[in-house]
């Protein structure tokens, strides 16, 4: 995989951020199966993934993850929360460099369509 596309997907910043929010490798107790990849490959692929719309199975093999394994773990992230547990700590970031903006973040309810047509 090129290294710009994968820092452009996944920053060092990001991946600090991510990587100790990973739920841990676990081995087979019977043995076998197969090593574990390289969690930055597998999360920069599954990022690739969720950001270009491409489908698991065109998954391009310069990322060196299978798209099955990808779609697996993606899974897996998806049950243990990960996504949830990796927006809050980007918050807390922005919020203790003082670049979160909740001005910005609130939803304006009054673009909700009128079911009785209101005032003209």
């Known amino acids: 995989m090129g290294?710009?596309?994968s820092q452009r997907?996944?920053?060092?910043?990001?991946?600090?951020?991510?990587?100790?929010?990973?739920?841990?490798f676990n081995s087979r107790p019977q043995g076998g199966g197969t090593a574990p990849y390289d969690e930055r490959a597998v999360f920069t692929a599954v990022v690739y993934v969720l950001t270009s719309g491409c489908a698991w199975r065109h998954l391009p093999e310069t990322f060196g993850v299978s798209p099955a394994t990808g779609h697996r773990r993606f899974t897996a992230w998806t049950w243990a929360g990960l996504w949830r547990r990796i927006h809050r700590a980007v918050l807390d970031e922005l919020g203790t460099r003082g670049e979160l903006d909740g001005a910005s973040a609130i939803v304006d309810a009054a673009s909700v369509r009128a079911k009785k047509g209101g005032a003209r």
């Open 3 to 5: 290294v710009d596309l």
């Open 9 to 24: 997907l996944v920053p060092d910043g990001l991946w600090e951020l991510v990587a100790p929010l990973l739920p841990s």
